[in-house]
């Protein structure tokens, strides 16, 4: 029998977890509710319980488990400390000692939750192949990864990734939930691009099929009209490709990976939507024409627990 690895990827509702061959073949999923009661005290509880549960329902020791990692959503420090976690109502925290000790003393490694499904994709998804690769995640907000070397960027303080506030837009007057005003996450989320939509339905006089969908109009009504040939539709589009453009330009003049790999639910509209960055990033990389790619994500919901697996293994 060879080695496994298990990936943990803790999320507001639900974590998900995966049990793994070293190799990076998924054996068998499951996941948990995430109980956010006073202060998500019983979230790495229940995880724990739920582990050697399904060790023993599989009859596997666990001395045939070489690790676990851990994708969490919010910032980790290079120690594992997580200050605060909004979404878990974590505080003061070293979740990874904690889950090691309920797993008798198992290696347990964590990261960022967008980090990790970037070394997911970059494992076993979009990505394969490659050792440098920036990820974007176009989901209810924007998020990032940055793998160089096979290895997570996290920066010295937690930062690296966070394009989704990279400041992109001068005209922009609502303010981000990060505090900030014209974010990428403004225009090239799923809410940014309903928003933009609801925007030029406002102030514009265009004829279009998104007018029939009003306030409740969502990113995949606007991507799927778009598709269709609807002119407002395309104008939306446009413009979340001229800043999407515009960002990975900015990226690939700061890292140069080998390929960005998109992913995110707004993703799902795949060669649609990378032809549409992709004519903006030519436009603002003059420059070369060597550069990274644009690629889709490959794992879906998935690319955490792959990335949180492969955490254990360097």
Same mark, same amino acid.
């Given at each position: 029998m /060879?080695?496994?690895?298990?990936?943990?990827?803790?999320g507001?509702?639900s974590?998900?977890m995966g049990?793994?061959?070293?190799?990076?073949e998924?054996l068998?999923?499951w996941?948990?509710?995430?109980r956010?009661?006073?202060?998500?005290?019983?979230i790495?509880?229940?995880?724990?319980?739920?582990?050697?549960e399904?060790?023993k $329902?599989l009859? =596997?020791?666990i001395?045939?488990?070489?690790?676990?990692g851990? /994708?969490?959503? +919010?910032p980790?420090l290079?120690? #594992?400390?997580? @200050?605060?976690?909004?979404?878990?109502?974590w505080?003061?925290?070293y979740?990874?000692?904690?889950?090691?000790e309920?797993l008798?003393g198992l290696? %347990?490694?964590?990261a960022?939750?967008?980090?990790?499904?970037?070394?997911g $994709?970059?494992?076993? /998804?979009? #990505?394969?192949g490659?050792h440098?690769?920036v990820?974007?995640?176009?989901g209810t +907000?924007v998020?990032g #990864?940055?793998?160089?070397? @096979?290895?997570? %960027?996290s +920066? !010295?303080?937690?930062?690296? +990734?966070?394009?989704g506030?990279?400041? =992109?837009r001068?005209?922009?007057?609502?303010t981000?939930?990060?505090g900030g005003? #014209?974010? %990428?996450?403004?225009v090239?989320?799923?809410?940014?691009i309903a928003?933009?939509?609801? !925007?030029?339905m406002?102030?514009k006089?265009?004829?279009?099929s998104? !007018?029939?969908?009003?306030?409740q109009?969502?990113?995949k009504?606007?991507?799927?009209e778009a598709?269709?040939g609807?002119?407002?539709?395309? $104008? %939306?589009?446009e =413009?979340?490709?001229?800043?999407?453009?515009?960002?990975?330009s900015?990226v690939a003049?700061?890292?140069?990976p080998?390929v960005?790999?998109?992913?995110g639910?707004?993703?799902k509209? /795949?060669?649609?939507l990378?032809?549409t960055?992709d004519?903006?990033? $030519?436009?603002?990389?003059?420059?070369?024409?060597?550069?990274?790619s644009?690629?889709?994500?490959t794992?879906?919901?998935?690319?955490?627990i792959?990335?949180?697996a492969?955490?254990i293994?360097?």
């Amino acid at each position: 029998m /060879g080695m496994k690895c298990i990936g943990v990827d803790v999320g507001g509702t639900s974590v998900k977890m995966g049990l793994f061959e070293v190799t990076g073949e998924l054996l068998h999923k499951w996941e948990v509710t995430t109980r956010k009661e006073e202060g998500g005290k019983y979230i790495l509880d229940d995880v724990g319980a739920s582990i050697l549960e399904k060790l023993k $329902e599989l009859n =596997i020791p666990i001395d045939q488990i070489q690790g676990a990692g851990l /994708g969490i959503p +919010g910032p980790v420090l290079p120690n #594992g400390y997580v @200050e605060v976690c909004v979404n878990l109502g974590w505080r003061d925290r070293y979740p990874e000692r904690e889950l090691s000790e309920m797993l008798h003393g198992l290696p %347990v490694k964590s990261a960022n939750d967008a980090n990790v499904a970037a070394l997911g $994709e970059m494992w076993q /998804g979009g #990505g394969k192949g490659y050792h440098d690769i920036v990820m974007v995640t176009l989901g209810t +907000g924007v998020g990032g #990864g940055v793998i160089i070397d @096979e290895k997570i %960027v996290s +920066g !010295r303080h937690g930062l690296a +990734g966070e394009i989704g506030h990279i400041h =992109i837009r001068g005209d922009e007057t609502e303010t981000c939930n990060c505090g900030g005003v #014209g974010c %990428v996450e403004q225009v090239a989320s799923a809410t940014g691009i309903a928003n933009e939509a609801k !925007r030029m339905m406002a102030s514009k006089d265009l004829p279009s099929s998104l !007018r029939s969908f009003g306030q409740q109009v969502t990113a995949k009504d606007v991507l799927d009209e778009a598709k269709a040939g609807d002119p407002l539709a395309l $104008e %939306v589009m446009e =413009i979340v490709g001229h800043y999407l453009g515009l960002l990975l330009s900015q990226v690939a003049m700061t890292i140069d990976p080998e390929v960005f790999v998109l992913g995110g639910g707004v993703s799902k509209a /795949g060669q649609f939507l990378i032809d549409t960055i992709d004519h903006n990033y $030519e436009k603002f990389t003059p420059i070369s024409k060597n550069k990274g790619s644009i690629v889709l994500a490959t794992l879906g919901n998935d690319a955490g627990i792959y990335g949180a697996a492969r955490l254990i293994l360097d």
